[in-house]
Nanobody, 127 residues
Framework: EVQLVESGGGLVQAGGSLRLSCAAS????????IAWFRQVPGKEREGVSC????????YYADSVKGRFTISSDNAKNTVYLQMNSLKPEDTGVYYC????????????????????WGQGTQVTVSS
């Protein structure tokens, strides 16, 4: 069965770091763009970062540029989100999504759906 599983969330103080993982089974990340989103109850889902399937170019929300880094390990079929200098406003449930559409990342923040979604992992940043 196709699955997408996030891990690595937790509780951290402001200024700390976490590394999230998104592991896929049933399909290869090599054929998909991968995006990270986060969501807080009562607020709209926010695109955080994305890596294209074609040229592996990366995208970041302005709010996380310089602090977060997305990377992939095709051998492990896993995408990572390294989060440094965390702020309380980074708190939320982080989801990864996979999509086969060409140039998905150029508009990933605005699509209503993606091919696959994980269950999410909670990130809480205390002040």
């Amino acid at each position: 069965e196709v699955q997408l599983v996030e891990s690595g969330g937790g509780l951290v103080q402001a200024g700390g770091s976490l590394r999230l993982s998104c592991a896929a089974s049933g399909f290869s990340f090599d054929d998909y763009a991968i995006a990270w989103f986060r969501q807080v109850p009562g607020k709209e889902r926010e695109g955080v970062s994305c890596i294209e399937r074609s040229d592996k170019s990366t995208y970041y929300a302005d709010s996380v540029k310089g602090r977060f880094t997305i990377s992939s390990d095709n051998a492990k079929n896993t995408v990572y989100l390294q989060m440094n200098s965390l702020k309380p406003e980074d708190t939320g449930v982080y989801y990864c999504a996979a999509d086969r559409r060409s140039f998905y990342c150029s508009n990933y923040e605005y699509y209503e759906y993606s091919d696959y979604w994980g269950q999410g992992t909670q990130v809480t940043v205390s002040s």
